[in-house]
């Protein structure tokens, strides 16, 4: 098996289950080199431009010689320069079918076309694609030029490496963390026995919260509990070992490379230690929204600029390991007294007395930036997953608008064939339907089939799978949170916000206006 | 095939090549190479030939005659697909690739289904197999139906039922079906099925991704980019319509690059794009 084949089965398949056991056979069967290479590749691990957009463009310009207007027609059809040179280039009758390894000869000629002079490249690049099939062409100018995507993340190709050498999915994660360099050991390499410093680096399972109703909280006797603020970040555990700095959040996912800025701060930390807390955007003078962070999340790379327009800090507020020892066994105040004494940035914990300071502590918690309480018990020591009785999350309710219909869109899955993915707005002040929250829940599956039938009677224009709708249906969303946003012609983005209501008693006048947001953001903390 | 998709009509059918006096024209219906019994119209009024080339493609198709190239003054061509990023491969290799295919699901205990246009491109690929192998297929009923014709007129298809008289489950036959079905409950009694379309369109990735379709076979009836401008070149017309789909490109092509006069016409009949092919 080569590469692409790897990749024919990768891009005829929806399934994440056919391609996982895609990868798996390929790294099983593939010469140890070219399988290095594509796990370079797929990982998003080279992006080294060879070939630069602009050239291969020339190279097509001047292959279609006075007629450059139609090779623009050509690739606006196709959408994708790559794919537009590998359909005219390429030669059409010739099969893949080879199963011999292709990547390193690429990468060999790659290297070579990338001394030629510009000129040179630019004659020689049609004939050379002619002496491929179209997919290898496709994949050759698509490795070269960089922005290759199949549809493929990261974490399945890991976890198909994993599986193919049965490894544990987070030693492999470890162990291609920072420089991957392919070459045909690297599978030995990821085979290497375990050693205990790479088991100290891994996350302990994550002890959840329950949720916590009103009469709950009345029933509580509040000396049994310590209170904290709930934050709206991303809860991880930070790790050091004696090697070692990481950074995981939950669902085993090593963040670490995202956030240079806390693994610079953790360095002064004790090591093999583990604390669990909360990633949060800001600093601990100024926090920002969810929505900053998200943006540090989705970078592939942090740079210097980024770290300080979008600076994170970690705010711990618990203590799993202090010294090699493990304190989950401990009750949650002695593992706060040991926290306590640890220089790090942590959360306001507040032993309430009565339950008034836990209900005025929630009051206060919009203020703060938090999305309600935290309530935990005293005596409570920590075990993975949802356990009743130990921790308690009180968060605040939602906050709330009237908006209109105006985008939907086919689902995914079960509900692939209904248009159950929503696009709703509210109206701006040049009385416009802007659109300001996506929302894909809330409706039972007799609603979403009514809605369904109307949205298709009701399409004023359709965008591919987009259908845009008449202004009519109004819904009530909830929201966590609000924060400014230049990406959205609103100006703001919402937090995690779903259906709660279809109101059929109103009509799309009654919807809110964009004023209603700015109301409630400024009822929320400064941002 | 016209009653059968028209209902009862006056119907008076002219073999291909014999000329007939309509008003104060002579006509002949020439292979189109399309579908069965397709046919471009050449118009003769004394004064000068006119060409309807209809939709055609140039491809040998084992179910109907092959496109026949006709002299004329004026042609009207369509351009449903005139961009040269359509350039059809040979069946023999689309064939092999669709068996690979083809195999490969039923292995995998997945039924194997194949969405194309009920008349015309389902026959042509049914013909396709029947002359590679002995593979049997099932149709949905729309294709049954057109497959009775092609029959009675002596084109030979590979075995084939209709769908629904077949058992529940996967089935190591191909489904041939309408495009439509893929959103209906017909496909339900072969689950878990694999899909995949036969069309002009398949040519570019991001079409079938965005159609939800795991894989797409290049496979139309009508003419790509080179068949295009070889009917042009070969009728010697001095004057190009061009109608249906690409028109603007075509046209532009034919005027600044080859220096033949094209326009484009406009007709009432609507772009199927993507709906049929």
Redesign the interface.
């Known amino acids: 098996m080569n590469f692409v084949q790897l990749f024919q089965i990768l891009d005829t398949s929806q399934s994440t289950n056919a391609k996982r056991n895609g990868l798996v056979e390929f790294i099983q069967a593939a010469d140890p080199l070219e399988s290095a290479l594509a796990v370079e590749a797929l990982t998003g691990r080279r992006d080294r431009k060879q070939l630069k957009p602009s050239l291969l463009k020339q190279a097509a310009y001047q292959a279609f010689t006075d007629e450059s207007w139609l090779f623009d027609e050509c690739y606006a059809a196709v959408g994708d320069l790559s794919e537009t040179l590998a359909i005219l280039f390429a030669n059409q009758d010739a099969v893949s079918q080879t199963d011999q390894p292709i990547l390193d000869q690429w990468r060999q000629r790659q290297h070579a076309l990338s001394q030629q002079k510009p000129e040179v490249l630019i004659s020689e690049l049609p004939s050379l694609l002619n002496t491929l099939s179209r997919d290898e062409a496709f994949l050759f100018l698509k490795l070269s030029s960089g922005g290759f995507r199949v549809g493929v993340s990261k974490g399945l190709v890991h976890e198909a490496i994993a599986r193919a050498i049965d490894m544990d999915r987070a030693v492999i994660e470890e162990r291609l963390m920072g420089d991957f360099s392919p070459d045909p050991d690297w599978l030995d390499r990821l085979k290497a026995p375990v050693t205990q410093d790479e088991l100290d680096a891994k996350p302990l399972p994550f002890l959840l919260a329950n949720p916590m109703s009103e009469s709950e909280i009345s029933a509580l006797n509040p000396t049994d509990v310590l209170v904290e603020y709930k934050w709206d970040g991303i809860r991880a555990q930070l790790i050091k070992t004696h090697e070692t700095i990481r950074l995981w959040s939950r669902g085993d996912q090593d963040i670490t490379e995202q956030f240079p800025d806390i693994v610079e701060v953790a360095t002064t930390l004790p090591s093999q230690i583990i604390l669990d807390g909360e990633i949060l955007a800001g600093t601990t003078e100024h926090l920002q929204t969810f929505n900053d962070l998200q943006t540090r999340l989705n970078r592939k790379r942090i740079t210097q600029t980024l770290l300080k327009t979008h600076p994170a800090f970690f705010k711990a507020y618990d203590l799993l390991r202090l010294d090699g020892e493990d304190l989950r066994g401990h009750p949650l105040i002695a593992r706060k007294a040991a926290l306590s004494k640890i220089s790090v940035s942590q959360s306001l914990t507040i032993d309430p007395m009565c339950t008034e300071t836990i209900h005025s502590m929630r009051e206060e918690a919009r203020g703060k930036g938090a999305e309600g309480v935290m309530i935990k018990g005293k005596q409570s020591c920590y075990v993975g997953g949802r356990k009743a009785g130990h921790w308690w999350k009180w968060k605040l309710d939602p906050m709330t608008a009237d908006c209109v219909l105006i985008y939907a869109q086919a689902g995914h899955g079960r509900r692939a064939s209904l248009h159950s993915d929503y696009t709703l707005a509210c109206w701006n002040q040049d009385n416009e339907l802007v659109p300001v929250a996506k929302a894909y829940s809330g409706l039972t599956d007799a609603e979403l089939k009514d809605m369904d039938q109307w949205i298709r009677k009701h399409t004023l224009q359709k965008f591919g799978p987009v259908r845009q709708v008449e202004a009519f249906h109004v819904f009530e969303i909830g929201f966590e949170g609000i924060a400014r946003s230049t990406r959205h012609k609103s100006g703001i983005a919402l937090r995690f916000p779903r259906i709660l209501r279809w109101r059929q008693d109103v009509g799309p006048k009654d919807a809110d206006h964009l004023t209603h947001f700015e109301a409630l953001m400024s009822d929320a903390h400064a941002v | 095939m016209l009653e059968k998709r028209l209902g009862p009509q006056r119907i008076d059918a002219h073999p291909y090549g014999e000329p007939f006096v309509l008003g104060d024209v002579q006509i002949s219906f020439h292979p189109a190479g399309h579908v069965l019994g397709s046919a471009q119209i050449r118009i003769d009024d004394g004064d000068a030939v006119w060409v309807i080339t209809g939709d055609y493609k140039r491809d040998p198709d084992p179910t109907c005659q092959r496109f026949e190239p006709i002299h004329c003054d004026v042609l009207i061509t369509e351009a449903t697909f005139a961009?040269?990023?359509y350039?059809w491969?040979?069946m023999d290799?689309v064939m092999?690739?669709m068996f690979r295919w083809w195999d490969h699901h039923i292995r995998n205990q997945r039924t194997p289904v194949l969405l194309c246009y009920s008349l015309g491109k389902a026959q042509r690929i049914m013909a396709e197999i029947r002359q590679r192998s002995d593979r049997s297929v099932q149709v949905h009923g729309a294709v049954a139906n057109l497959n009775l014709e092609y029959e009675k007129q002596g084109v030979a298809l590979c075995p084939w039922q209709r769908a629904s008289e077949s058992d529940k489950g996967v089935s190591t036959d191909l489904i041939i079906a309408p495009p439509q079905v893929a959103?209906s409950s017909f496909l339900k009694r072969f689950h878990p099925t694999e899909l995949a379309m036969a069309s002009g369109w398949m040519?570019?990735?991001?079409v079938r991704r965005?159609s939800?379709i795991?894989?797409g076979f290049v496979i139309s009836d009508h003419a790509d980019w080179q068949s295009l401008i070889q009917t042009v070149q070969q009728s010697e017309a001095r004057q190009i319509y061009a109608t249906h789909g690409?028109t603007r490109?075509l046209t532009?092509?034919l005027n600044?690059?080859m220096g033949v006069a094209a326009d484009r016409l406009e007709t009432a009949f609507g772009i199927e794009q993507g709906a049929d092919q």
């Open positions: 961009l040269p990023i350039r491969p040979s290799q092999e690739h959103e040519q570019v990735r991001g965005r939800a795991n894989h690409e490109v532009r092509f600044d690059h």
